[in-house]
């Protein structure tokens, strides 16, 4: 089942491998590390083996609460099975408190709670640097159906909801988060991994920031920071 097949992509933090299965591939995530548009370089210890599990155990908790994502099933310490997708060209991003680019755009002070969720959409484009679109540039642009860009929105909504609830009790507050979404058999399927490379984490009672923050602005303890996400995230998931 895990046989790794060829290799059909290399990202920065991880490669897919085809299988003997048509429908699924292999993902393997890498300890490698890169920020500001690839800029920055780096490499955090153990950051591979922890991606992919926490997104393992993430993933299967959305699955439980209803929504479909592309993962398997977990095949190595850093190896997960999937279900081949055909990636959209669309990030999609979920803020609950203002950070990063947001902060910088608004002016709105790091830490500053939003009233309500805020959803943006971002081409992915290596070339372009990643632009922020909106509905009608995505419909324009023919990167997704209108019917897709909708499920974006509600199930990004959901999965904050969820993953919001989910990360309480371990203490940790959720900022803002980001999700890819590809297409598997003509159904729509959450990608991609859902790890403190795509997340911000911050400690519930001292701020302290758990995530790639912590590589991206060098603040030290990075692989302590993604232990200590995992650990206690592991912890309350049942
Ligand atoms: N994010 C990501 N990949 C990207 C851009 C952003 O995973 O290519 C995540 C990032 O980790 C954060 C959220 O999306 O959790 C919002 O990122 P932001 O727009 O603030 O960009 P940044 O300031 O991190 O460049």
């Known amino acids: 089942m895990g046989m790794r097949g060829e290799l059909l992509y290399e990202g920065k933090a991880k490669r897919v491998y085809r299988t003997e299965h048509p429908d699924l591939y292999l993902v393997e995530f890498k300890d490698d590390a890169t920020a500001f548009d690839g800029l920055k370089k780096g490499v955090i210890a153990g950051k591979g083996e922890i991606n992919a599990?926490?997104?393992?155990?993430?993933?299967?908790?959305?699955?439980?609460?209803?929504?479909a994502t592309h993962f398997v099933e977990l095949v190595g310490p850093r190896e997960m099975l999937v279900k081949a997708l055909k990636i959209l060209p669309v990030e999609v991003v979920v803020r609950n408190i203002a950070a990063g680019s947001l902060s910088r755009r608004l002016g709105l002070a790091e830490g500053t709670p939003l009233r309500t969720p805020v959803v943006e959409f971002y081409y992915k484009s290596?070339?372009?640097?990643?632009?922020?679109?909106?509905?009608d540039h995505i419909a324009a642009l023919d990167l997704a159906g209108p019917d897709e860009v909708k499920e974006f929105k509600a199930r990004a909504l959901k999965i904050n909801e969820v993953l919001t609830r989910l990360l309480e009790p371990a203490g940790l507050v959720l900022v803002d988060f980001k999700l890819e979404f590809g297409l598997h058999r003509g159904r729509l399927l959450l990608g991609d991994e859902i790890s403190p490379d795509t997340c911000r984490f911050w400690d519930r009672d001292t701020?302290?920031?758990?995530?790639?923050?912590?590589?991206r602005r060098d603040l030290g303890g990075v692989e302590e920071a993604y232990?200590?996400?995992?650990?206690?995230?592991?912890?309350?998931v049942g």
Do not use: T
């Not at 599990?53 to 929504?67: C, D, M, T, V, Y």
């Not at 701020?207 to 590589?215: N, S, T």
């Not at 232990?227 to 309350?236: F, L, M, N, Q, T």
């Open 207 to 215: 701020g302290e920031k758990l995530d790639k923050d912590r590589f």
């Open 126 to 135: 290596d070339e372009l640097h990643d632009p922020m679109i909106n509905e």
């Open 227 to 236: 232990a200590s996400v995992y650990e206690r995230i592991s912890k309350v």
């Open 53 to 67: 599990q926490l997104s393992a155990l993430l993933f299967r908790k959305l699955e439980k609460e209803g929504i």
